[in-house]
């Protein structure tokens, strides 16, 4: 975790998570020993979690003073004071609750972006940061290439708004992320840890 604090240090400043840890049903589906371990401002992006876990990730984010974003439900974010996180492809469930709720009480907003349709939806909803994805190759995506640092960074500045890299981050290549990047979220780059 230290090589991957390193390496977020040296990314433009914001006043958001630097490190993310991103939950995934099938690699990941419970990332509470890890999202213990994390630095206090850090932050768990919780996808497809069982409801146990996730409330146990709230606790967990209340306790280290880290930030929770629930992943297409701003129901449960709302629910459990967390933000929430717009997958690229999928429906959001409760969406409009959570942008009137967020007026007046910042709730972070996030939103995952592949390509230009996703840039498109993070522009007319405002969010705070985007996550563009994949910067390197992934075992999410087996097969797939990744943008790389020089087309991540490219797709990253047409957001308009602060980018987090995510996609086939670890401590060995995190140091190779643009620096206008405001932070790092992975998978499989903490559980190497």
Known sequence: MEKLGAAARRLKPWAGPRLVLVSDPVRLPDPRALAARLPPGAAVLARGLAPGVTEG???????????????????????????????????????????????????????AVHGRPGLARARRLAVDAVVVSPVFPTRSHPGARGLGPLRWAGLARQAGRPAIALGGVGPQNAGRVPRWAVGLAAIDGFRTL
């Open 57 to 111: 990730l709230a606790a967990i984010a209340r306790r280290r003073r880290l930030r929770l974003l629930v992943g297409g439900d701003g129901r449960l974010a709302l629910r459990l004071g967390a933000g929430l996180h717009l997958p690229d492809r999928e429906g959001v469930a409760g969406l409009l609750p959570f942008l009137r709720a967020r007026r007046g009480r910042h709730l972070l907003l996030t939103a």
